[in-house]
């Protein structure tokens, strides 16, 4: 019950009525509940999920299962990712489904969770140059990881360089080389095991990450694998502004 | 020329007239192994044995059973069967190697638990519908987007490659690969996303990147001008079941899904009064060059798709006489049930026929394949559209055989209520804009039937009808024995000439997956997979009939003659 509790007290709801809420939660409910495969519009019948209309919830059982979601099904955890204002709505309007005339909105509303900077222009671009699918495997996303988006193929990006230059110039000590079969290849090594040895193979994007035997392969210092050849779809511009989100992202 | 020297040329012209006829008639058959998600790369799913045939099957009895344990989603996944060791994945991508004529367990692998993606996208859906093994490998997608390749002989994971990231793109893997030479072919969903459909294809022994060919053409390539301004980035077109391979024409032939947003058209169709090619390559069969990933050719089934009928399903390859002339055909159901037959080497349109009884979104397909008479959903209205975006036929495959020249199809008669909204697209969430509730058609007692149809004259030769949905797919073999199962736990054989029901078997739990068959020491099997779904068009077909009880579970079930040596 904690987390639905946090959740109702931090929802903002500006001064309305429970019909204004209740109404929003239906439009809510019919962009995200009865969407795709899932609820039927209204809750009425049942779509590739179970109908919700008269089933006889409570508004905690069903406050607690769109915060929570329900373990091994499809139901996901709207708590992580719907804003609190659409959480109290919702729930409230599948309240309604079920009966509940007048479901209980929070009595006092707390203060707005403190919003995140907004980006500036450029960083904005940088974001979704970050993670451009336009770009295939030729984006910063294929083996970087930053706010949730992007493989973490590479760890946590440490320090981000002061310009393009300094980005295509990076020096990778990480990444060294590897030997198979008599073809030398740069790699991300992972892990060494008595059995295995498990390291991404860089030859070509999306990196593989490769497990063998420990005597099938020879491992060295150094490779001839350079950053500025992964970044190479980006231009000079789109790099300063992709360095622009990192540092916003990053403070 | 004497007449026994006549009479011997004659006989070894005829002797090779029938080489080459039973080639044609096998290249698509299996026979001891079941080496490919639709049983060879020409997806016939009909097996060449008959030990169990129309005279036995009513003898057959369980000879094992195995429970995956793997109980979140039903079993759904075609096996492998190679050199009587058995293949089996769940869906959350624990694999299994079995002894096939025995059952007992030879190794276990557990993909760690994936990332799933956005909450209501289908990337947040368990499901796997199959693996492929070659090379010494068992490969198969998860739900985060891996390709993974697992050792044959150990179950020890050899490589994995991310094939995209879940959190971005609102797609997931729940296809068999599709094995092409040194390559393997791999699919995706997504295409009720806000996403860009693709296929993609990797190196069978380290996993590196061969080829990746977008469904949807970006700027300056052809085709690209069939989108509206940047609509071809999210327009959908997800490719995600399995293809079919012809080694001969060296062409991969796979079935692309709709356009998205898919009951919306304003924001991605740029000429509206065309009806021929509109966001190219949705709802089409296309044919690659195996080794590069290259368009040679394309038809579109449903331009400006505004129904969710994709063309995403099995392509079957044969050679057949087709007015006179052997052809080498491809035949391909899309999801409204209007079914296609195609020149395999040119995409030629050669004639189609429809396998639902009720449907009101077109009223007729002209002799050139244009669908004329649209019925199209309109925005700020309700209307009732059949087939329902579940489709005709589900995912769950056709069979296809050479004996009877038979397509076997499981035919849903279902309807839907859409209502279609104008939102906008956000990169990876849902991008379907409508909700659509499915209803039953009025005046039936049957909601489903089993059919045989010629391909090339477009007849149906029998159907059997069944009260509730068919989603299970479908086995022929060299026995005559059609084989499928039923959402209330039937497995159950027709006669494949007649549709005479044969045989059944309760095996506790709902159909909604696949069966095979193989052989070990002579032995010839018969393995189905069990579990009723309770997502997506399972769980939508169960609400249609809230009656019912259909049963979820995830076990093989593997029948064999009590008398047939061991």
Same mark, same amino acid.
């Given at each position: 019950?904690?987390?639905?509790?946090?959740?109702?007290?931090?929802?903002?709801?500006?001064?309305?009525?429970v019909?204004?809420?209740?109404?929003?939660?239906e439009?809510?409910?019919?962009?995200?509940?009865?969407?795709?495969?899932?609820?039927?519009?209204?809750?009425?019948?049942?779509?590739?999920?179970?109908?919700?209309?008269?089933?006889?919830?409570s508004?905690e059982?069903?406050a607690?299962?769109?915060?929570?979601?329900i373990?091994?099904t499809?139901?996901p955890?709207?708590?992580?990712?719907?804003?609190?204002?659409?959480?109290?709505?919702?729930?409230?309007?599948v309240?309604t489904?079920n009966?509940?005339?007048?479901?209980s909105l929070p009595?006092?509303?707390?203060?707005p969770a403190?919003?995140?900077?907004?980006?500036?222009?450029?960083?904005?671009r940088?974001r979704?140059?970050?993670?451009?699918?336009?770009?295939?495997?030729?984006?910063?996303?294929?083996c970087?990881?930053?706010?949730?988006?992007?493989?973490?193929v590479s760890?946590?990006?440490?320090?981000?360089?002061?310009?393009?230059?300094a980005?295509?110039?990076?020096?990778?000590?990480?990444?060294?080389s590897?030997?198979?079969?008599?073809?030398t290849?740069?790699?991300?090594?992972i892990?060494r095991?008595a059995?295995?040895?498990s390291?991404?193979?860089?030859?070509?994007?999306s990196?593989?990450?490769?497990?063998?035997?420990?005597?099938?392969?020879?491992?060295?210092d150094g490779?001839?694998?350079?950053?500025?050849?992964?970044?190479?779809?980006?231009?000079?511009?789109?790099?300063a502004?992709?360095?622009?989100?990192?540092?916003?992202?990053?403070r | 020329?004497?007449?026994a020297?006549?009479?011997?040329?004659?006989?070894i012209?005829l $002797?090779?007239i029938?080489a *080459?006829?039973?080639? #044609?008639? =096998? !290249?698509? @058959?299996?026979?001891?192994? +079941?080496l490919h998600?639709?049983?060879?790369?020409?997806?016939?799913?009909?097996s060449?044995?008959?030990?169990?045939?129309t005279?036995n099957?009513?003898?057959?009895?369980?000879?094992w059973i195995?429970?995956?344990?793997d109980?979140v989603?039903n079993?759904?996944?075609?096996?492998?069967?190679?050199?009587?060791?058995?293949? $089996?994945?769940?869906?959350? *991508?624990?694999?299994? #190697?079995? =002894? !096939?004529? @025995?059952?007992?367990m030879? +190794?276990?692998?557990?993909?760690?638990?994936?990332?799933?993606?956005?909450?209501?996208?289908?990337?947040?859906?368990?499901?796997?519908?199959?693996l492929?093994?070659?090379?010494?490998?068992?490969?198969?997608?998860?739900?985060?987007?891996?390709?993974?390749a697992l050792?044959q002989?150990?179950?020890?994971?050899?490589?994995?490659?991310?094939?995209?990231?879940?959190?971005?793109?609102?797609?997931s893997?729940? @296809?068999?690969?599709?094995?092409?030479?040194?390559?393997?072919?791999?699919?995706?969903?997504?295409?009720?996303?806000a996403h860009?459909?693709y296929?993609?294809?990797?190196?069978?022994?380290?996993?590196r990147?061969?080829?990746r060919?977008?469904?949807?053409?970006?700027?300056?390539?052809?085709?690209?001008?069939?989108?509206?301004g940047?609509s071809?980035?999210f327009g959908?077109?997800?490719?995600?079941?399995?293809?079919?391979?012809d080694?001969?024409?060296?062409?991969?032939?796979?079935?692309?899904?709709?356009?998205?947003?898919?009951f919306?058209?304003?924001?991605?169709?740029?000429?509206?009064?065309?009806?021929?090619?509109?966001?190219?390559?949705?709802a089409?069969?296309?044919?690659?060059?195996?080794?590069t990933?290259?368009?040679r050719?394309?038809?579109?089934e449903?331009?400006?798709d505004l129904?969710?009928?994709?063309?995403?399903?099995?392509?079957?390859?044969?050679d057949?006489?087709?007015?006179g002339?052997?052809?080498?055909?491809?035949?391909h159901?899309?999801?409204?049930?209007?079914?296609?037959?195609?020149?395999?080497?040119t995409?030629?349109?050669l004639?189609?026929?429809?396998?639902a009884?009720?449907?009101n979104?077109?009223?007729?397909?002209?002799?050139n394949?244009?669908?004329?008479g649209?019925n199209?959903?309109q925005l700020?209205?309700?209307?009732l559209?059949c087939?329902s975006?579940?489709?005709?036929?589900?995912?769950?495959s056709?069979?296809?055989?050479?004996?009877?020249?038979?397509?076997?199809?499981?035919?849903?008669?279902?309807?839907?209520?859409?209502?279609?909204?104008?939102?906008?697209p956000?990169e990876?969430?849902?991008?379907?804009?409508?909700?659509?509730?499915?209803?039953?058609?009025p005046?039936?007692?049957?909601?489903?039937?089993?059919?045989?149809?010629?391909?090339?004259?477009?007849?149906r030769?029998w159907?059997y009808?069944?009260?509730?949905?068919?989603?299970s797919?479908?086995l022929?073999?060299?026995?005559?024995?059609?084989?499928?199962?039923?959402?209330?736990?039937?497995?159950?054989?027709l006669?494949?000439?007649t549709?005479?029901?044969?045989?059944?078997?309760?095996?506790?739990?709902?159909?909604?997956g696949?069966?095979?068959?193989?052989?070990?020491?002579?032995?010839q099997?018969?393995?189905?997979?069990?579990?009723?779904q309770?997502?997506?068009?399972?769980?939508?077909?169960?609400g249609?009939?809230?009656?019912e009880?259909?049963?979820q579970?995830?076990?093989?079930?593997?029948f064999?003659l009590?008398?047939?040596?061991?």
């Amino acid at each position: 019950m904690t987390l639905v509790v946090l959740l109702l007290a931090a929802a903002v709801l500006p001064a309305q009525t429970v019909q204004d809420v209740v109404r929003h939660g239906e439009d809510v409910f019919a962009k995200t509940c009865a969407s795709g495969y899932c609820h039927a519009a209204k809750g009425a019948v049942a779509g590739g999920a179970p109908r919700l209309a008269a089933r006889g919830f409570s508004q905690e059982y069903i406050a607690n299962t769109v915060a929570r979601g329900i373990a091994g099904t499809a139901m996901p955890a709207f708590g992580e990712n719907l804003p609190p204002a659409d959480m109290v709505a919702v729930i409230a309007y599948v309240a309604t489904l079920n009966g509940i005339d007048r479901p209980s909105l929070p009595a006092r509303l707390g203060a707005p969770a403190p919003a995140a900077a907004p980006l500036s222009p450029e960083a904005t671009r940088g974001r979704e140059l970050f993670s451009d699918a336009t770009r295939g495997f030729g984006r910063c996303s294929t083996c970087h990881e930053v706010n949730g988006i992007g493989i973490p193929v590479s760890t946590a990006i440490a320090k981000i360089p002061a310009d393009p230059a300094a980005l295509k110039a990076l020096t990778t000590p990480g990444v060294s080389s590897a030997t198979i079969d008599g073809e030398t290849m740069p790699i991300l090594m992972i892990a060494r095991r008595a059995q295995s040895v498990s390291f991404y193979d860089l030859t070509s994007v999306s990196p593989v990450l490769r497990t063998v035997a420990p005597a099938s392969v020879q491992t060295r210092d150094g490779s001839n694998w350079r950053h500025a050849s992964a970044i190479a779809s980006y231009s000079e511009t789109d790099l300063a502004a992709i360095l622009a989100y990192l540092r916003a992202v990053t403070r | 020329m004497s007449l026994a020297i006549y009479d011997r040329q004659m006989r070894i012209a005829l $002797l090779l007239i029938m080489a *080459a006829f039973c080639q #044609a008639q =096998d !290249a698509g @058959a299996t026979h001891a192994d +079941w080496l490919h998600y639709g049983g060879t790369p020409f997806s016939w799913r009909y097996s060449a044995l008959d030990q169990i045939n129309t005279a036995n099957v009513q003898n057959l009895v369980p000879a094992w059973i195995f429970q995956t344990g793997d109980y979140v989603e039903n079993l759904q996944a075609t096996p492998i069967v190679v050199g009587g060791v058995m293949y $089996l994945i769940t869906p959350r *991508a624990q694999v299994f #190697a079995l =002894d !096939a004529a @025995a059952g007992k367990m030879i +190794w276990h692998y557990r993909w760690p638990a994936p990332r799933l993606g956005a909450p209501g996208t289908i990337a947040d859906f368990n499901g796997n519908r199959g693996l492929a093994v070659s090379a010494g490998k068992v490969i198969f997608g998860t739900a985060d987007n891996y390709l993974v390749a697992l050792d044959q002989k150990t179950g020890q994971e050899a490589w994995r490659v991310s094939v995209d990231d879940t959190k971005q793109c609102g797609c997931s893997i729940t @296809a068999a690969p599709l094995v092409v030479k040194d390559k393997v072919v791999v699919g995706g969903n997504g295409g009720d996303a806000a996403h860009r459909g693709y296929l993609t294809a990797f190196n069978i022994n380290n996993g590196r990147l061969a080829w990746r060919w977008y469904v949807i053409p970006g700027p300056g390539e052809k085709g690209n001008e069939t989108w509206k301004g940047d609509s071809w980035k999210f327009g959908g077109g997800a490719p995600w079941l399995t293809g079919s391979f012809d080694p001969d024409l060296n062409l991969i032939y796979w079935g692309t899904g709709n356009a998205a947003s898919d009951f919306f058209d304003a924001d991605r169709v740029p000429d509206k009064t065309k009806n021929r090619d509109i966001n190219l390559y949705t709802a089409s069969v296309v044919a690659l060059d195996a080794d590069t990933g290259k368009l040679r050719w394309h038809y579109q089934e449903v331009p400006d798709d505004l129904w969710d009928f994709d063309s995403a399903y099995e392509v079957l390859l044969m050679d057949r006489q087709v007015r006179g002339r052997m052809r080498k055909i491809l035949v391909h159901m899309n999801k409204s049930g209007l079914t296609f037959v195609l020149d395999r080497t040119t995409g030629e349109y050669l004639g189609s026929f429809n396998v639902a009884e009720v449907f009101n979104w077109i009223a007729g397909v002209t002799e050139n394949g244009t669908l004329v008479g649209r019925n199209e959903p309109q925005l700020g209205k309700t209307g009732l559209f059949c087939p329902s975006a579940a489709g005709a036929k589900s995912w769950n495959s056709t069979s296809y055989s050479p004996r009877t020249g038979f397509l076997y199809a499981p035919v849903n008669e279902i309807c839907e209520n859409v209502t279609s909204n104008d939102d906008k697209p956000k990169e990876g969430r849902t991008y379907m804009n409508g909700a659509f509730p499915m209803v039953l058609p009025p005046n039936r007692n049957t909601y489903s039937h089993v059919d045989a149809w010629d391909p090339v004259t477009g007849k149906r030769a029998w159907s059997y009808p069944y009260r509730f949905v068919l989603l299970s797919s479908m086995l022929s073999t060299a026995g005559d024995v059609v084989f499928t199962g039923d959402p209330e736990g039937n497995f159950f054989a027709l006669n494949a000439r007649t549709g005479t029901r044969l045989w059944s078997f309760q095996t506790g739990a709902g159909h909604r997956g696949a069966a095979v068959s193989y052989s070990v020491n002579v032995r010839q099997y018969i393995a189905t997979t069990t579990g009723w779904q309770q997502t997506v068009v399972g769980g939508g077909a169960l609400g249609l009939f809230p009656q019912e009880n259909w049963r979820q579970g995830s076990t093989l079930v593997v029948f064999a003659l009590p008398g047939a040596s061991k």
